[in-house]
C-alpha cells in the first residue's frame, strides 16, 4: 500500500531563513505527488504539485525517485507562509494518499 | 476552481444521535469524496461518492455508519449514525474533475458527547 510520510508535525523558522519540510513516501508504481496546504482559518487547497515543476509563492519540489522524497523548499520564509502543509501522493488504485502534515510556523 | 458549501459548519452532538453533513458545488463535478481528519492526524478518505449509485467506501468505513447520498453532479451528503465520542473529527468534503487536484470544503467539525 501506498505511504506518505511527514517526519515533522511542527517546524519553526525565522522570517528570512530557508525553510525545507520533509515528504517521503512508499509506492510501488509511478508517483504523482502534491503539497496541499491550509492556512489559518482557510480550506485545505492546492500548492503545486510535481508534474507541473513549477514555482508557487516562491516554494519549489523537486520529486526525487531515488530517494523517494518529494521536499518543499523556500529559500526564504516570510510570515504568511504559516500554515498546516500536507503531502499527497495520487495513485490510480488508492486515489489521493496524505502524509499527517507539517505545522509551519514563521518567527518574526 | 469550484466553491463547496458545507454545513453545518460545526455541531456538539450526543452519543448515539446521527447527523447528516451537507455539500454543495457551485459546478457539476465527476468526484466527491468524503475525508475524516481526526485530532492531530492525517485526512482518510471515508468514501467515494459515486452520482446515482452507492458510494465505494475504503476499508475501514461501512454504509451503516457512513451513509452517503449524491443525488446529482453537485450535491452529496455524508451521515455519521449512531455517534460516539470516537467520531468526533473534522468531515471534508472534496471534489474534483480530472487527476490529482482536488478541492475542499471548509470542513465540519463534529464533537460528539
Known amino acids: 500500500a501506498q505511504r506518505v510520510t511527514q517526519p515533522e508535525k511542527l517546524l519553526s523558522v525565522f522570517k528570512g531563513a530557508p525553510v525545507e519540510l520533509k515528504c517521503n513516501y512508499s509506492y510501488s508504481g509511478s508517483p504523482e505527488l502534491f503539497w496541499y496546504v491550509q492556512y489559518s482559518r482557510q480550506r485545505l487547497q492546492l500548492l503545486l504539485r510535481?508534474?507541473s515543476r513549477e514555482s508557487i509563492k516562491g516554494f519549489t519540489a523537486d520529486l526525487n525517485k531515488g530517494e523517494t522524497s518529494f521536499h518543499l523548499k523556500k529559500p526564504f520564509a516570510q510570515e504568511e507562509d504559516s500554515a498546516m502543509y500536507y503531502c499527497?501522493?495520487?495513485?490510480?488504485?488508492?486515489?489521493?494518499?496524505f502524509g499527517k502534515g507539517t505545522h509551519l510556523i514563521i518567527q518574526p | 476552481s469550484a466553491v463547496i458549501s458545507q454545513k453545518p459548519s460545526r455541531d456538539i452532538c450526543q452519543r448515539g444521535t446521527s447527523l447528516t453533513i451537507q455539500c454543495q458545488v457551485d459546478s457539476q463535478v465527476t468526484m466527491m469524496f468524503w475525508y475524516r481528519q481526526q485530532p492531530g492526524q492525517s485526512l482518510t478518505l471515508i468514501a467515494t461518492?459515486?452520482?446515482?449509485?452507492?458510494?465505494t467506501y475504503e476499508s475501514g468505513f461501512v454504509i451503516d455508519k457512513f451513509p452517503i447520498s449524491r443525488p446529482n453532479l453537485t450535491f452529496s451528503t455524508l451521515t455519521v449514525s449512531n455517534m460516539s465520542p470516537e467520531d468526533s473529527s473534522i468531515y471534508l468534503c472534496?471534489?474534483?474533475w480530472g487527476i490529482g487536484e482536488l478541492f475542499f470544503g471548509e470542513g465540519s467539525r463534529l464533537t460528539v458527547l
Open positions: 461518492a459515486n452520482q446515482g449509485s452507492e458510494a
Open positions: 472534496s471534489v474534483g
Open positions: 499527497a501522493l495520487l495513485s490510480p488504485a488508492d486515489g489521493l494518499t
Open positions: 510535481h508534474i
